[in-house]
């Protein structure tokens, strides 16, 4: 039995821009529901399994299995976040505070990890062009050098965000968010009309991800905006841009080898080039987080790097 009846055909029709010949499912999803023998689940836990319903009937009109989807979206652990995703929604960048990033004790540390993870950083900038510090300024304001990755279960973020085309989950987002922290009403139904579209995929590529690598898509945890691992990268990242860093045979972006050739690779990706002018990094930068503060706090962190060395 498998996850998706036509592997090739939802593989084309998810990603037919990028190169899938070894999108292979493996039925990693068929984890039984944690409720004791002959135990009624709760009237809470009821109401739970059913808020997905809709998202499931998508899911299976894009060849996932029922029955499959069934278990995933039954287990305890799977419910509707809306406390993550409302932080979506009230995020305000401009109190984000990227100074604490080029302290004294932070790029002392930064120091540390380049020493640590010498041999990645050279292999990556070998393979793509991308200098270690660049890499490693992008891994220290993403996640701390990796100590902090985020407390989110990503499936229940995405598939919340994602389950916002039904007008009741929307309202039931809506009335979960401090009416001092609210968007205006037209806002946020913009904002959900143009996110709940984009969480329906990358939740897609969490699944095609999870199967892949062979692991539980429930356990993986990430931002409240759905991103992951090291190098906070959003499924569908992860598929077409990611790299095996350690050349195990498996693409892990909490390990940090991976992470880090991965973010050389992404960089590359959109025009990372050995010798690239400072105004064209500022640009390639926006493209992993399209925020001027943040590609900024980047170079800067990058040039501190350097004059340390």
Not at 76 to 105: C, I, R, W
Not at 170 to 194: D, G, T
């Amino acid at each position: 039995m498998r996850f998706i009846p036509d592997i090739r055909r939802t593989c084309d029709r998810l990603y037919s821009h990028r190169r899938f010949a070894s999108c292979r499912w493996i039925l990693v999803l068929m984890i039984i529901l944690p409720v004791a023998a002959g135990r009624p689940a709760s009237t809470a836990m009821a109401q739970a399994s059913h808020v997905f319903d809709g998202l499931q009937q998508r899911l299976n009109a894009d060849g996932f299995n029922s029955a499959e989807l069934k278990k995933i979206f039954g287990r305890p652990e799977v419910f509707f976040d809306a406390h993550s995703v409302s932080l979506f929604f009230m995020h305000n960048e401009a109190q984000l505070d990227y100074g604490q990033f080029t302290t004294k004790a932070r790029i002392a540390a930064a120091r540390q990890y380049m020493l640590l993870h010498r041999k990645q950083l050279d292999a990556a900038e070998k393979a793509h062009g991308v200098p270690k510090e660049i890499i490693t300024a992008i891994i220290l304001v993403e996640t701390k050098l990796g100590t902090y990755l985020g407390g989110s279960q990503i499936i229940n973020t995405l598939s919340t965000m994602a389950s916002l085309v039904d007008p009741g989950l929307r309202e039931k987002l809506w009335h979960s968010i401090p009416p001092s922290r609210r968007l205006s009403r037209q806002a946020f139904l913009k904002k959900v009309k143009q996110k709940s579209q984009w969480a329906y995929t990358e939740l897609k590529a969490l699944f095609v991800h999870a199967n892949q690598q062979g692991i539980d898509p429930v356990a993986i945890r990430g931002s409240y905006a759905g991103a992951m691992g090291i190098a906070q990268f959003m499924p569908t990242n992860v598929l077409s841009l990611a790299e095996d860093g350690d050349q195990d045979g498996r693409i892990d972006l909490f390990d940090h080898a991976d992470a880090i050739m991965s973010i050389a690779s992404y960089l590359a990706h959109y025009g990372w080039r050995r010798g690239i002018s400072r105004d064209k990094a500022y640009r390639v930068l926006l493209h992993y987080n399209y925020s001027r503060y943040y590609a900024n706090t980047i170079l800067k962190i990058a040039d501190l790097l350097k004059a340390r060395s």
